[in-house]
């Protein structure tokens, strides 16, 4: 699996992400400056975490612009699998590869934690190591991680399986308890249509080394590399 | 002597203007006599900042010599922008710890933030990558009326900062107490990494090389922080705004970045962060190590105002600003480097053999002073010190039992000072980097050093009401109480730095409590090996004459060899036998127990044993390295029961307590806060263990067995671990919520 991180200014996962991606496949991925016109043959492209360009217009939504992210786009229509995670996520909305926005955390406050996923779906490049059902462990870290879309794509979200994973209890139950930021229906990720770019608000790459607590987050990386290589 | 003249040649230089600076009539002579001339106006301002109690620590410097700071692993000690210290393998932790008070108070979220951003720059100027920001916390009682809109401000605002620029938020401490009710304390700490051979110092040797601006542009934000930080409030702290400066984390994360970039190189000769007084302390300071002058032409300096002055230019504590003096012929390399991440790179000015400042503006010479004067001038003085006599310790019979032990516990567990901080560090990303192996909730936080098996622990810790009783005894506490956090982790405590947060040292009796809690630390920093490295003193924290408690605060690192013998405080299985290891005299003086239950703050505050805190420490210590252990907590706050329900709480597995058949009344032994004492829990091994410690001249006793889901202290007195929990999540969001 050739793996490239984009790097933009204010990433700050950009790092993390690449010793996960590195543990699950002993290659390390190839790290591309935002200004990059284009990303180097890869089988993964990963948007990070972090605060890009400081996130001072709307989370994502400079970044969306940057120059690397013409090619980004481009390389996901080809069938390149593409990973955003938090700011990535809210990247990927910003660029439309996904639907709906992240909009600010209805606690409106920044909120780091553990939280509990319910695996949707384990037919997908991203979760085939998980399976359907699942309930797995995964910190968030974010102030707008707040899912929301309008009816019609909720609901084109939900007939078409593309809910990737939900917020819920440690016994997979689905609720307002268990929902940390607002997001409409548990949302914590989505799919595109094709299936092969996931975006999520947790962070995997930090509970994939058991000596920070779980490995749970290891699975995304793995199922990745299962598909990919 | 070429004379400067000041292009606001209008605005003379009177006493009376000087006064405002904050100058006194002593001072301002001073100052006539060493330049043999009126100072201009932009050199008046200067002086005045370099004078400032924040710059200068005049009233501090004379005290401060009696901290031990050399130790074998000190690789810098205080007076460089941090201190160093060798983790072994040429790994290096370079640390600080600063105070953001009172632009804090005036305006909370820009304030604490700033305070982050500042603290980050001392750490990443010497070369280290921050890893982890810690900060220690005093608000106002809770009912005081600002305090919710405070801590609602100072939490998100080192959330904001610390978050945006990706380095995790892991550990401090918060306190409420009417004392800080009009004037705040927000102490951030920063640990870095670097390699021992790649440490930079922001001495500026050499001369007719190039002085380099990078970083944010300048602008009127700040100017006069630091005098504002060197004079007591008097009911007009909110016309103080335009004083406090505003963060651009963002930027901050980009100046990380490329000045490691840079680093990576050898281009650098010296760099130093632009914080208190801005460009002037800066320059001033490179030059003074340097032993060299420095020449600056501050139209070159970028600025995002228009028509700034000189002296706005001099004095302007923008942000996100670093100052270096490259290689002749780096500034190629540099610059490109700087315009890659974005950021402003100017060359202002050069080092000259002169060993003068020498400030220029649109042609005239603005400033043009010996830098040694400047550096070095400052008044220097030994305040009147008065220090009251201890009070009597109480012994534990005269102090009176609970109507009910359930309730008091409960009381104490749901009090605004020992509930869950979980509602302040939650919105802080405290596992950025993907390195913490021990999150915020413990005795101290731990970080991974990046791609090795070592540990980094830090904390931050200070008992003010003990120093308020006792400064020498609290400022004794203070450091053993660092000391013994970071041992509980089965870490190795190298080296603390300091914020001493005092009122105003021109009156006796405050100036008698920094004398004494100084004594009491540097005692203790003695009998541990445990040297002051790096530190900042914050004076004049009082308002209309009303002083803040004596608060020291210590923050402490550690270096854990291996991290598969690292501990936390969570219970870990049934079944196990819990020990105490450490005296038992069930002091309650200055107790919680005390103040939350008898709603009293008497006698002496618990005194420390520096002897048995180290034979004690180190004895566990050994435990956690040999994988005795599988549960450490040390006892502090609160005393034993509390502690107790802490480990609990953290594991969900219950306690059922041993029979106490010694002499003392009970609710001293649950209560008490003796220091030097550590809850321990064994898988097995238990008499082995306890033979070892009696014969290391350790008193252990069994505490109890885990298990079940409650902590049993008899079958009439019992508390579901659930309910526990319940209520010590419960204070601070049911607090926050009522705003």
């Known amino acids: ?229 | 002597m070429a004379t400067a003249q000041s292009s606001q040649s209008a605005l003379r230089v009177t006493p009376e203007l000087a006064s405002e600076h904050g100058l006194t009539g002593d001072e301002y002579d001073h100052l006539l006599d060493i330049l043999g001339r009126e100072p201009t106006l932009t050199e008046l301002g200067i002086f005045s900042v370099m004078w400032s109690e924040h710059c200068s620590y005049k009233s501090s410097k004379f005290w401060l010599r009696q901290l031990p700071t050399a130790g074998e692993r000190v690789i810098q000690g205080p007076g460089e922008n941090a201190g160093v210290v060798d983790l072994g393998d040429g790994d290096a932790a370079v640390f600080k710890m600063e105070s953001h008070n009172h632009p804090s108070f005036i305006e909370p979220y820009q304030g604490a933030a700033t305070g982050v951003g500042g603290i980050m720059r001392d750490v990443f100027t010497m070369g280290a990558r921050p890893v982890a920001n810690l900060n220690a916390l005093r608000f106002g009682a809770p009912g005081h009326e600002k305090t919710r809109h405070l801590v609602a401000g100072v939490v998100a605002g080192i959330g904001g900062y610390g978050n945006c620029v990706g380095v995790p938020t892991v550990g401090g401490e918060v306190n409420f107490d009417a004392g800080y009710n009009n004037n705040i304390l927000v102490n951030a700490m920063c640990v870095g990494l670097a390699r021992t051979d790649k440490i930079f110092y922001a001495a500026a040797s050499g001369t007719d090389l190039p002085v380099v601006y990078v970083g944010s542009k300048t602008g009127r934000d700040g100017i006069h922080g630091a005098t504002m930080a060197s004079a007591e409030f008097s009911g007009d702290a909110d016309e103080k705004r335009p004083t406090v400066q505003v963060g651009d984390p963002f930027t901050e994360k980009l100046l990380i970045e490329a000045c490691l970039e840079l680093m990576a190189g050898d281009a650098i000769i010296g760099i130093q962060d632009m914080g208190a007084a801005g460009l002037t302390c800066s320059s001033v300071e490179m030059a003074d190590k340097g032993g060299v002058g420095i020449e600056l032409d501050i139209d070159r300096v970028p600025a995002r105002e228009e028509a700034m002055t000189a002296y706005e230019m001099m004095l302007s504590e923008s942000q996100e600003r670093m100052v270096m003096v490259l290689k002749p012929g780096a500034e190629k390399q540099a610059q490109a480097i700087f315009e890659k991440w974005g950021l402003d790179f100017a060359v202002v000015g050069r080092t000259t053999d002169t060993g003068r400042l020498v400030v220029r503006h649109k042609g005239q010479v603005e400033v043009d002073v010996p830098v040694d004067v400047l550096a070095n001038s400052a008044p220097e003085y030994k305040r009147a010190w008065k220090l009251a006599d201890p009070p009597a310790v109480i012994p534990p019979e005269e102090v009176p039992g609970p109507e009910s032990l359930t309730d008091a516990l409960e009381t104490l567990l749901g009090s605004s000072h020992l509930c869950s901080r979980r509602w302040v560090w939650e919105q802080y990303d405290h596992m950025v980097m993907a390195d913490t192996v021990q999150r915020p909730g413990g005795d101290a936080a731990v970080v991974r050093v990046h791609g090795t098996s070592k540990g980094l622990a830090a904390s931050a810790d200070v008992t003010p009401r003990y120093c308020t009783a006792d400064p020498r005894e609290g400022g004794k506490q203070a450091v053993a109480e660092v000391w013994r956090n970071l041992t509980a982790t089965g870490a190795l405590p190298l080296a603390i730095t300091d914020c001493l947060n005092f009122g105003n040292p021109e009156r006796p009796e405050v100036m008698g409590q920094f004398v004494g809690c100084i004594e009491g630390m540097a005692e203790a920093c003695r009998a541990f090996d445990f040297p002051v490295v790096s530190g900042n003193v914050s004076l004049y924290n009082e308002t209309d004459g009303k002083a803040i408690p004596p608060t020291p605060a210590i923050g402490g690192i550690g270096l854990i060899p291996d991290l598969d013998a690292m501990a936390t405080i969570a219970l870990k299985a049934e079944g196990e036998t819990l020990l105490l290891l450490g005296s038992e005299r069930g002091h309650l003086g200055q107790s919680l127990y005390m103040r939350e239950i008898l709603d009293q703050a008497r006698g002496a505050p618990p005194p420390v044993d520096l002897e048995a805190e180290r034979r004690t420490g180190d004895f566990v210590r050994g435990l956690i390295g040999e994988g005795s252990v599988t549960a450490v907590h040390d006892v502090s706050d609160g005393g034993l029961l509390v502690a107790l329900a802490e480990m609990a709480i953290a594991s969900g597995i219950g306690v059922a307590m041993a029979a106490y058949g010694g002499p003392l009344p009970l609710h001293a032994v649950l209560f008490g806060e003796d220091q030097g004492r550590y809850l321990i829990s064994l898988a097995e091994g238990e008499d082995e263990i306890i033979s070892r410690a009696m014969a290391a001249g350790i008193p252990a006793r069994t505490i109890g067995h885990t298990g079940g889901d409650e902590l049993r202290l008899s079958d009439e007195v019992f508390w579901p671990i659930q309910q526990l929990k319940d209520l010590h999540e419960a204070w601070l969001p049911d607090y926050m919520k009522s705003i």
């Open chain 1, 1 to 229: 699996m050739k793996a490239a991180v984009v790097v933009f200014p204010g990433s700050n996962c950009d790092r993390d992400v690449a010793v996960a991606l590195e543990a699950a496949s002993g290659a390390a991925p190839n790290m591309v400056w935002h200004g990059a016109s284009e990303v180097p043959d890869s089988d993964l492209i990963v948007l990070p975490g972090g605060f890009s360009y400081g996130d001072y217009l709307r989370s994502g939504a400079m970044a969306a612009h940057s120059p690397i992210m013409r090619d980004v786009v481009k390389k996901a229509g080809d069938g390149v699998a593409v990973l955003g995670i938090c700011n990535g996520f809210q990247v990927l909305t910003e660029t439309g590869l996904l639907p709906g926005v992240l909009m600010r955390n209805a606690s409106l406050k920044f909120v780091c934690r553990d939280v509990r996923l319910r695996v949707e779906r384990d037919d997908t490049i991203f979760a085939a190591d998980y399976r359907t059902g699942d309930v797995i462990t995964i910190p968030i870290a974010h102030h707008d991680g707040n899912y929301f879309a309008d009816p019609e794509t909720l609901d084109e979200l939900e007939d078409s399986g593309r809910v990737a994973f939900r917020y819920c209890d440690q016994a997979g139950t689905v609720s307002a308890e268990t929902n940390p930021n607002g997001s409409q229906s548990n949302i914590a990720g989505v799919y595109d249509k094709s299936g092969r770019v996931l975006g999520l608000m947790p962070h995997p790459e930090r509970l994939a080394d058991a000596a920070l607590g779980g490995t749970d987050g290891a699975g995304v990386f793995t199922s990745l590399l299962g598909a990919l290589n």
